[in-house]
């Protein structure tokens, strides 16, 4: 006979209201009671009717993040920790990749998948205020990573000027004064790069310094920074420190530094953006700004469950994730 | 009024069966048109009805992938190439993390998403060829990168013994004699750590040389090789050469190795194994095995197609998914 929720609450030794908020996905079970409710499902391959019950409360159990990348570790590391947040919630994530294009990440808003996700989590690169603004889908939505301005939406900001300004302080703190960027980006749309570049001109403007040079790329890959520090050392003046906008970029830098003999922090200091694991084993290690991920991804799914709650709730909320400077041996000497 | 599938055909430029074709998921439309319909779709806000033609066809459009942690680098590239290759079949991948545990790996192939998925990519840690022949749920799987030996299952296989032999042999083919191994894993489960140290006891015996040393770990995170490769260098008698089972691992050691002033490769020679862009750029960069993760997900991806299209097909496939030596300078003197 095919298994009731009666059957695993008893192999599981819960109550049939336990089971029920598993299945149903609602937060507040314990991680533990709900690996003992998994087992007991798994193992008596018991199968909830999932269509009628979606039919009875709208909900797949199902939320979406849609990020540019997930070969940029970066991304990969706040999936993981999307994952993880959301599995408390007895959430699971679909994962979109948009590569950062337009055409993409309208779709992603448009609603398309409205009847089967219940909520999304979204990283922009291309969309504008007005695209995210006039989007019709009523879809629950929070928005990450990005700080678009007042866009009356839900919103998880990392504030990539004044970390970009803690970045660059810290090279000229450190007596640099040919400083330069690596990861600026002609795209119109490229506000991450946008934003870094501010705060990198701000800092240093009020130190009465000018940037020594901005290297320009077309992606935030390593053999993008690869090649865009070979272009500065061949300029005929190299610079003594560089900022790169991601830790990608700047381990694809170190790489042409020392592979060329430069000696990394002495001749250059180099800093990143984004603390992937990666940049903590390199050799030198590498110097950078960390978003705080787990507060990011938590945030989010928070942010999301209580929109997903039904009640009024608050009005929508930009949330500021903290950063921090992380300084390791290519700005150690 | 709402746009119906007639307007996103003219806007378009392409017959409503084409836009039909996208909105369904079937393979066979072409990358462009697919891009051009997408672009369509979006700017009209045009939103099919999914319920109702999923109860119609039985299908969401939605496949999953599940692995055991995105934040190793192999698995976020394997899911980002998955992605791609579903994507030219107009399916959206729903990624799951078991962190190789077996009740989430049991849960995974419980079917208790059987409504919400069409079809699973599944690369198990955890589970034994007796629990997945065992699964009752019809939807269709195909297994990843485990030889898990005859299971009757679809299974795009990568070589662990053969490929550990050929990584090992590479080592010995320098002249070194001290060869040790860092990855192995007490767990009776941990299918990939087992074979690699096979082929790597294996290479060994064929050059009538016994282990030097071979060290356990937990994980295969940068931090348990960079811990497994203190233990070796404090033993008293450190090897000339390691054999890393993946790459994470080998940039662990490396950063322990350097960090104590070791040359490498002049005193110890080191190799991993996944191809990971991570070691491309490293210094030294990193030797390893590239398993062809294009072709493991584009197999896995067709292999599901042909499940899907109902017709019998043929019986359960094994793949071996090729791989290759990469020389880099962790073993080129």
């Not at 795209?187 to 991450?192: F, K």
């Not at 938590?298 to 997903?308: F, I, M, Q, W, Y």
Request: charged share 20%; hydrophobic share 45%.
């Amino acid at each position: 006979m095919r298994p009731r929720l009666k059957d695993v609450a008893e192999h599981a030794g819960v109550s049939v209201k336990t089971v029920s908020n598993v299945v149903n996905g609602y937060p507040h079970v314990s991680h533990d009671t709900r690996t003992k409710v998994e087992a007991a499902i798994a193992e008596l391959a018991y199968r909830p009717n999932l269509s009628a019950r979606n039919l009875r409360q709208g909900r797949s159990g199902v939320i979406a993040l849609a990020v540019p990348d997930l070969s940029i570790p970066y991304f990969a590391e706040l999936a993981t920790r999307v994952i993880e947040a959301a599995d408390r919630h007895g959430w699971t994530v679909l994962i979109d990749q948009t590569q950062g294009e337009r055409a993409k990440e309208l779709l992603v808003v448009s609603g398309i998948r409205a009847q089967l996700i219940d909520g999304l989590l979204f990283s922009p690169l291309a969309l504008t205020r007005a695209d995210l603004s006039a989007r019709s889908d009523r879809t629950p939505m929070v928005l990450l990573g990005e700080r678009v301005g007042r866009s009356r939406l839900d919103h998880i900001a990392v504030d990539n000027i004044a970390a970009a300004r803690l970045a660059t302080t810290h090279l000229i703190e450190l007596g640099r004064r040919r400083v330069a960027a690596i990861g600026a980006q002609r795209s119109a749309s490229a506000m991450t790069s946008k934003q870094r570049l501010r705060g990198f001109q701000s800092a240093l403007g009020d130190a009465s310094l000018t940037a020594h040079a901005v290297a320009y790329v077309r992606d935030f890959h390593r053999s993008d920074g690869a090649a865009a520090m070979a272009q500065l050392l061949d300029s005929g003046s190299p610079p003594d420190a560089v900022f790169c906008f991601n830790d990608t970029l700047a381990l694809g830098a170190l790489r042409t530094l020392l592979s060329r003999g430069v000696r990394v922090p002495q001749d250059v200091a180099l800093i990143g953006f984004d603390d992937i694991e990666d940049g903590r084993f390199s050799t030198p290690s590498l110097s950078t700004i960390a978003p705080d991920k787990t507060h990011i991804a938590e945030s989010a799914v928070d942010l999301l469950a209580t929109r997903l709650a039904g009640t009024p709730g608050p009005p929508p909320q930009e949330l500021c994730a903290p950063h921090r400077l992380l300084v390791r041996e290519t700005t150690s000497l």
